[in-house]
């Protein structure tokens, strides 16, 4: 099935919450949810074994009766596989793509790639939405699939073994067990493949752990240079394993670790006077150049972010 795309604004909905980012790792317990009138969002942590390529199994419901609800994605350098369980359709506005609408039809899966720009998922009542979030690179791990088609899309997936195994059967129970024994299996069998595509994934897991390590506060000639790879093997490496060039994933790193900082700032003075800071010592130009890319990736100003999270009004992983 080909994607399609209306080219009208998004519905109108009411953004409620933002999914947890996954750039850096995180620690949440084995089941993170979030409950209201208009919807429930449950997350899974995968098995140990698993954690080096997946950062989570999840669930999104929106009872019978509802209005759509929306839900801001930000860009954190993952991938997932969606599976639409319900009756009703779901929609992706990715921001890149100004006014595209890209429907989740219900009993289809679907890839969504590495994001550029926040986006807004909307679902429609009876919507079950269930999901696989990769970490960078994770997806690739797996499935060998070039990421860049999926970039800031969202693509028909076909995974006759798995999208059983993703199906909402009226409970929880069990969910995360089956697909941990999905992927333990599917691990070793990609442990199997050509050297060359392991040395692919090596190269991209010493990029990243290094960018992770210097906060996204490193050119790409210097972490070619760290990494022993040419600009050009660097920019395929990238390309294969999350669709982006490194220069736009290290600018991601650096804006997951603002969120990171931002989510520490109880203590500052004003919502100003931490951001200066944050900005000084990231190597953003000024407090405008961190503030505009923010936006591009978060939707939402730093300021703001920052008040919700001294107020108490942000529950941890969704804002």
């Given at each position: 099935m080909s994607k399609i795309a209306i080219g009208v604004s998004i519905l109108p909905i009411s953004v409620q919450c933002i999914y947890p980012t996954c750039i850096h790792s995180k620690t949440f317990s084995r089941e993170d949810c979030y409950r209201s009138r208009a919807m429930s969002y449950i997350e899974y942590l995968p098995a140990k074994d698993l954690q080096d390529h997946l950062d989570a199994y999840w669930i999104r419901k929106t009872p019978p009766g509802q209005?759509?609800?929306?839900?801001r994605v930000y860009a954190d350098g993952c991938a997932d596989l969606i599976l639409n369980t319900g009756t009703?359709?779901?929609?992706f506005n990715p921001m890149a793509r100004a006014g595209d609408i890209i429907p989740f039809d219900p009993g289809h899966m679907y890839l969504g790639g590495t994001m550029t720009e926040y986006g807004v998922v909307t679902a429609s009542a009876g919507c079950i939405l269930t999901g696989i979030r990769f970490r960078p690179g994770g997806f690739y791990a797996f499935y060998r699939q070039p990421m860049a088609p999926a970039v800031d899309s969202l693509l028909p997936f076909t995974d006759p073994s798995l999208q059983p195994l993703m199906e909402y059967k009226h409970s929880e129970e069990n969910f995360a067990?089956?697909?941990?024994?999905?992927f333990i299996a599917k691990k070793i069998a990609?442990?199997?493949?050509?050297?060359?595509t392991e040395k692919t994934r090596d190269d991209f897991n010493t990029a990243y752990k290094t960018i992770l390590l210097t906060k996204g506060q490193i050119s790409v000639e210097a972490l070619s240079k760290e990494c022993?790879?040419?600009r050009r093997t660097m920019e395929r490496v990238f390309k294969e394993n999350v669709g982006i060039p490194p220069k736009e994933f290290i600018r991601i790193a650096r804006f997951q670790e603002v969120l990171s900082r931002l989510r520490q700032t109880e203590t500052a003075v004003t919502p100003r006077e931490s951001l200066l800071r944050i900005a000084f010592e990231?190597?953003?130009h000024d407090h405008a150049h961190l503030t505009n890319e923010f936006k591009q990736y978060a939707g939402i100003?730093?300021?703001?972010?920052?008040?919700f999270y001294k107020t108490g009004i942000a529950s941890g992983n969704y804002f």
């Amino acid at each position: 099935m080909s994607k399609i795309a209306i080219g009208v604004s998004i519905l109108p909905i009411s953004v409620q919450c933002i999914y947890p980012t996954c750039i850096h790792s995180k620690t949440f317990s084995r089941e993170d949810c979030y409950r209201s009138r208009a919807m429930s969002y449950i997350e899974y942590l995968p098995a140990k074994d698993l954690q080096d390529h997946l950062d989570a199994y999840w669930i999104r419901k929106t009872p019978p009766g509802q209005n759509p609800t929306g839900r801001r994605v930000y860009a954190d350098g993952c991938a997932d596989l969606i599976l639409n369980t319900g009756t009703s359709t779901a929609w992706f506005n990715p921001m890149a793509r100004a006014g595209d609408i890209i429907p989740f039809d219900p009993g289809h899966m679907y890839l969504g790639g590495t994001m550029t720009e926040y986006g807004v998922v909307t679902a429609s009542a009876g919507c079950i939405l269930t999901g696989i979030r990769f970490r960078p690179g994770g997806f690739y791990a797996f499935y060998r699939q070039p990421m860049a088609p999926a970039v800031d899309s969202l693509l028909p997936f076909t995974d006759p073994s798995l999208q059983p195994l993703m199906e909402y059967k009226h409970s929880e129970e069990n969910f995360a067990p089956r697909l941990d024994t999905y992927f333990i299996a599917k691990k070793i069998a990609a442990a199997e493949h050509s050297a060359r595509t392991e040395k692919t994934r090596d190269d991209f897991n010493t990029a990243y752990k290094t960018i992770l390590l210097t906060k996204g506060q490193i050119s790409v000639e210097a972490l070619s240079k760290e990494c022993h790879m040419s600009r050009r093997t660097m920019e395929r490496v990238f390309k294969e394993n999350v669709g982006i060039p490194p220069k736009e994933f290290i600018r991601i790193a650096r804006f997951q670790e603002v969120l990171s900082r931002l989510r520490q700032t109880e203590t500052a003075v004003t919502p100003r006077e931490s951001l200066l800071r944050i900005a000084f010592e990231l190597g953003y130009h000024d407090h405008a150049h961190l503030t505009n890319e923010f936006k591009q990736y978060a939707g939402i100003l730093p300021s703001e972010l920052s008040r919700f999270y001294k107020t108490g009004i942000a529950s941890g992983n969704y804002f």
